[in-house]
């Protein structure tokens, strides 16, 4: 309220306990947070925030309204979303006497889904037309307790959640003080981003402190290792990896992942976060597996089969695993990669792909076109210079099942197309 207020808006609170209410009238602040008591304060002073335990009182004279009450966890972890509609409810029955458009922003942390309830309570109760006559959109805060001000003003984005354009509008002018950039986007997108946000907060503090734990135990300094591993903002504290997809193989991850887990056992250190992500990765490969069967197809075509893009590399390859056991399954399997050639394989690289699948000569080849015409299925493993060109004139009756994210390039497909996590 406070940063609106001091940002021009006039900003109305609605809170059904008296005290709070009263609290804000007097421009006092209601929470304990740094900065809040002289904003609420000077806010108040200048005219530009009020409070009130009517509903109606604050959604006539304002043009949008955020819902921002608690979603505490139910015993069975699911998110007790009763507040959330007994608001949209109240401000459902205020806008009935509403003749101006009106934008419900979902500001609370709720489940994916969530607006589309929020939406269909207030059509039913107003009588209003959803994306007519209001909007609800999805505007998740990432404030943080004790910088809260601070985050405001300085967020990483502000993000938006809206199926129609004029809302989105009316969002973007709530924020036009803020210089981070705005992102609009779908609701749903929107609402399950706090979740992928925080969860990766968690998993960023749990691998810190088993890393740390290892560390402590072999004497060595662990505020070292992460200090040097945070200066890495090219792999490390970035982007890289973070897109959705296959699973990862290669020489390396696989290997010094098993090694670090294998350090933590010889002393006695449980490690549950390091434990499980090579089975979330074996579990990928299945889900792999598990998709092309159910599309029961006899034919089925790879293109690629090193473990990436660009190179001839076999060893820990994760759809060599995959094509293992659709051939014990009794699929008829066709391998494009341009990279692997058999007779130039050595060393460990060569005994890896033959103690998988010894007869592999028969089923690779460097013929694109073959592999695309021999198979009803055409699995994309890599993203290899000319695939995507030749994927986007094959007959529609062929399914494109995508694991490498190249659908993109293939908008004139009008067969069936299936992404692997999109």
Same mark, same amino acid.
């Given at each position: 309220?406070?940063?609106?207020?001091?940002?021009?808006?006039?900003?109305?609170?609605?809170?059904?306990?008296?005290?709070?209410?009263?609290?804000?009238?007097?421009?006092?602040?209601?929470?304990?947070?740094?900065?809040?008591?002289?904003?609420?304060? $000077?806010?108040?002073?200048?005219?530009?925030?009020?409070?009130?335990?009517?509903?109606?009182?604050?959604?006539?004279?304002?043009?949008?309204?955020?819902?921002?009450?608690?979603?505490?966890?139910?015993?069975?972890?699911?998110?007790?979303?009763?507040?959330?509609?007994?608001?949209?409810? $109240?401000?459902?029955?205020?806008?009935?006497?509403?003749?101006?458009?009106?934008?419900?922003?979902?500001?609370?942390?709720?489940?994916?889904?969530?607006?589309?309830?929020?939406?269909?309570?207030?059509?039913?109760?107003?009588?209003?037309?959803?994306?007519?006559?209001?909007?609800?959109?999805?505007?998740?805060?990432?404030?943080?307790?004790?910088?809260?001000?601070?985050?405001?003003?300085?967020?990483?984005?502000?993000?938006?959640?809206?199926?129609?354009?004029?809302?989105? $509008?009316?969002?973007?002018?709530?924020?036009?003080?803020?210089?981070?950039?705005? &992102?609009?986007?779908?609701?749903?997108?929107?609402?399950?981003?706090?979740?992928?946000?925080?969860?990766?907060?968690?998993?960023?503090?749990?691998?810190?402190?088993?890393?740390?734990?290892?560390?402590?135990?072999?004497?060595?300094?662990?505020?070292?290792?992460?200090?040097?591993?945070?200066?890495?903002?090219?792999?490390?504290?970035?982007?890289?990896?973070?897109?959705?997809?296959?699973?990862?193989?290669?020489?390396?991850?696989?290997?010094?992942?098993?090694?670090?887990?294998?350090?933590?056992?010889?002393?006695?250190?449980?490690?549950?976060?390091?434990?499980?992500?090579?089975?979330?990765?074996?579990?990928?490969?299945?889900?792999?597996?598990?998709?092309?069967?159910?599309?029961?197809?006899?034919?089925?075509?790879?293109?690629?089969?090193?473990?990436?893009?660009?190179?001839?590399?076999?060893?820990?390859?994760?759809?060599?695993?995959?094509?293992?056991?659709?051939?014990?399954?009794?699929?008829?399997?066709?391998?494009?990669?341009?990279?692997?050639?058999?007779?130039?394989?050595?060393?460990?690289?060569?005994?890896?792909?033959?103690?998988? &699948?010894?007869?592999?000569?028969?089923?690779?080849?460097?013929?694109?076109?073959?592999?695309?015409?021999?198979?009803?299925?055409?699995?994309?493993?890599?993203?290899?210079?000319?695939?995507?060109?030749?994927?986007?004139?094959?007959?529609?009756?062929? &399914?494109?099942?995508?694991?490498?994210?190249?659908?993109?390039?293939?908008?004139?497909?009008?067969?069936?197309?299936?992404?692997?996590?999109?």
């Amino acid at each position: 309220m406070g940063c609106l207020a001091k940002a021009g808006h006039q900003v109305i609170g609605v809170d059904p306990q008296p005290q709070k209410v009263e609290f804000i009238n007097k421009g006092r602040a209601t929470i304990i947070e740094n900065g809040i008591d002289e904003l609420i304060a $000077e806010q108040h002073r200048a005219g530009n925030i009020s409070a009130t335990t009517i509903v109606a009182d604050a959604i006539q004279g304002t043009e949008a309204s955020f819902i921002c009450v608690g979603t505490p966890s139910t015993p069975t972890g699911h998110l007790d979303l009763d507040a959330v509609f007994k608001v949209a409810g $109240e401000i459902a029955k205020a806008l009935i006497g509403k003749r101006d458009r009106h934008v419900v922003a979902v500001r609370s942390t709720v489940l994916p889904g969530t607006g589309d309830r929020v939406a269909k309570l207030i059509e039913e109760v107003s009588g209003r037309k959803n994306g007519v006559d209001f909007a609800v959109v999805s505007n998740p805060e990432f404030l943080r307790e004790g910088t809260s001000i601070e985050d405001f003003h300085s967020p990483p984005f502000t993000l938006v959640g809206s199926d129609f354009a004029w809302s989105t $509008e009316v969002m973007r002018n709530v924020y036009t003080m803020i210089g981070a950039e705005f &992102i609009a986007t779908t609701p749903r997108v929107a609402e399950i981003m706090k979740y992928a946000c925080n969860s990766f907060h968690a998993l960023k503090i749990t691998f810190a402190n088993e890393v740390g734990n290892i560390c402590k135990k072999l004497e060595i300094d662990a505020r070292e290792v992460m200090r040097i591993f945070c200066l890495d903002t090219k792999l490390n504290v970035s982007k890289a990896y973070l897109k959705p997809g296959f699973a990862y193989g290669g020489s390396c991850l696989p290997k010094d992942l098993k090694a670090l887990r294998t350090i933590a056992h010889d002393h006695y250190i449980e490690c549950p976060l390091l434990e499980s992500v090579g089975q979330s990765n074996e579990q990928q490969k299945e889900r792999v597996c598990d998709q092309i069967q159910r599309l029961r197809k006899q034919n089925v075509g790879f293109l690629g089969l090193s473990f990436k893009a660009g190179t001839d590399d076999l060893r820990e390859s994760p759809i060599v695993d995959v094509i293992e056991r659709l051939l014990g399954k009794g699929i008829n399997v066709r391998i494009y990669d341009p990279h692997v050639h058999l007779s130039q394989l050595t060393g460990a690289n060569k005994n890896y792909i033959l103690q998988k &699948i010894p007869f592999i000569a028969r089923f690779i080849t460097n013929d694109l076109s073959r592999v695309i015409g021999d198979s009803e299925l055409i699995v994309v493993v890599n993203r290899e210079a000319g695939v995507a060109e030749a994927l986007a004139k094959i007959p529609t009756e062929k &399914i494109i099942y995508d694991l490498a994210d190249l659908g993109r390039n293939l908008k004139d497909f009008e067969g069936s197309y299936i992404g692997i996590a999109w």
